[in-house]
């Protein structure tokens, strides 16, 4: 009889990478998070094995985008073991695709919005701002098309792409 055997891998991670973590340890990262939080999230998370991970700020207000854009500051610089920087999930989604995101907190991307993305990953301390998920059109066609070019020099942006309005996920 002849045994089948499985390939060896050899391949040896030294941890898990998140890219999305929407918290971790009983917090959330939300506007109230300070570098501490991070630190605890990212904790809670190595215990699991993650190894590094982008703390999520869903949709929220453009004030607690400001503070957990500082959070994300600080924690960078004090070095928080584990934390790779920030996905900033919202607030730029279309209405008909939000799933949980709060309907009241979507908006179209302002000139505001787009200067403070772009100055939060120009700061050396936070060029951690990573991720940043807008899917979204404004009056009916897309908004982000020259938006996403100016982003783009400042920002890496996971998954970034022109969507037709009508577009299905089914």
Partial sequence: IA???APLISQISPGFIDLQVNGGGGRMGDAGIGAEGLAHIC???ARLGATGLLPTLITDTPEATDAVIAAGVEATRRGVEGFLGLHLEGPHLDQRRRGSHDALLIRPMTETDLHRLC???GRPAS???DSLSFHATARGRPFFAG???VTTRSLTIGGAREVPPDASFD
Avoid: N
């Fill in 3 to 5: 045994r089948a055997r």
């Fill in 43 to 45: 904790a809670a998370h």
């Fill in 119 to 121: 100055d939060a990953a």
């Fill in 127 to 129: 060029r951690k701002v």
């Fill in 147 to 149: 938006q996403i070019r």
